[in-house]
């Protein structure tokens, strides 16, 4: 029956104030039951106060095969870190 | 101690507060049971999660109040006492509780049903004057929402989903409709336990529960069963056949294995 439903990935924040973070998928006929399946299968232990469902399909992903072209070229900017630039001795409290 | 009964010494009261505790617990437990017999058969690693929860907020129900009814009893029997080595006379939970399974809609009707009452009773409870009773239902009626979220959702699914599925869920409703009757027809416990303060007027939770009910077969595009005034007496000890067969599978260890632990 599972197989019928279509994939929901799981997002839980796990406290207020905090982020809901991914933490897995469940099957389910419709946003409801995802809920109810993310509440029974990720939150047994107290994991989160808040659940986010989003239909798996609904996500766009990058394309593993465009890594390098997406994401090497910021490898040699380590300019964009703040820990590249030396701070002046006579700043405090930076 | 003293508090806890409003009603005083008197011996007849104590006693109806026992068996109204046990009607409560007993409910919860068999329910519980039953719903256990889906652990690993359920229509979906989900779904089968889902139903061991259910069954984990009713047996901790249960728990509390047998604890608390052994507590009235005063002869010693625990919470593990109670539900293992009574027999089938002894219970006292509602007819609608200990039927069979059935197929996952005839599961979740039995639910719906179940929960729906549990909204009501303990939501009254909660303004009790016994101050334990009103504790254990605070706590219940949180699970107890979540109960009715998760059966009334699947309600409205298989209702509204295929006509096998209606055609199934009506059947289950149709089928377990006449258990009803039980749920809300108050006996001299409840009368007398609501005269005591401790416990809802059943006729008036009627009321709100036919409301509810109505609503939610509304969304399921069901038909409301004709009332059918017979009555059963889970509550009062006289049970269907069903019973017996869950407490030989329930107590089956602790009454071959008295005291056994692990």
Redesign the interface.
């Given at each position: 029956m599972s197989d019928d439903w279509p994939l929901f990935e799981v997002f839980i924040r796990s406290r207020a104030g905090l982020e809901h973070k991914h933490v897995g998928s469940v099957h389910a006929a419709d946003a409801r039951m995802a809920i109810e399946h993310a509440r029974d299968v990720y939150t047994r232990r107290q994991e989160g106060v808040s659940i986010w469902v989003v239909r798996s399909a609904d996500i766009s992903a990058s394309d593993p095969e465009e890594a390098e072209a997406l994401f090497e070229p910021a490898r040699d900017k380590v300019y964009r870190h703040p820990t590249f630039y030396v701070i002046p001795e006579e700043v405090k409290n930076l | 101690m003293s508090a806890a009964f409003p009603g005083g010494n008197d011996r007849a009261q104590h006693e109806a507060q026992l068996r109204y505790v046990l009607r409560l617990a007993d409910t919860a437990l068999v329910l519980g049971q039953r719903l256990s017999a889906w652990i690993g058969h359920a229509?979906?690693?989900?779904?089968d999660?889902?139903l061991a929860?259910l069954a984990l907020d009713l047996i901790g129900q249960a728990r509390l109040l047998l604890a608390y009814a052994g507590e009235l009893e005063g002869r010693g029997r625990d919470e593990d006492a109670l539900a293992f080595l009574r027999d089938a006379p002894e219970f006292a939970n509602l007819t609608l509780a200990e039927q069979p399974n059935g197929d996952f809609g005839h599961t979740l009707v039995r639910q719906w049903l179940i929960d729906t009452w549990q909204l009501e009773i303990y939501q009254g409870l909660t303004t009790s004057r016994d101050t334990r009773l009103a504790a254990i239902a605070a706590k219940a009626l949180k699970e107890t929402r979540?109960h009715h979220?998760?059966s009334s959702?699947w309600l409205a699914?298989l209702g509204d989903g295929t006509e096998e599925s209606h055609a199934r869920v009506q059947g289950a409703l149709d089928e377990l409709w006449r258990f009803t009757a039980e749920l809300f027809t108050p006996d001299e416990i409840d009368e007398r336990m609501h005269a005591a303060g401790i416990a809802p007027a059943l006729p008036e939770l009627a009321l709100g529960w036919s409301a509810r009910v109505d609503q939610d077969l509304a969304v399921a595009t069901l038909r409301r069963p004709a009332t059918q005034p017979y009555p059963w007496h889970g509550k009062r000890g006289v049970h269907s056949e069903h019973l017996g067969h869950l407490l030989g599978e329930m107590q089956h260890l602790q009454r071959t294995y008295p005291g056994a632990q692990w």
């Open positions: - | 229509p979906a690693l989900e779904e999660l889902g929860n979540y979220r998760f959702g699914r």
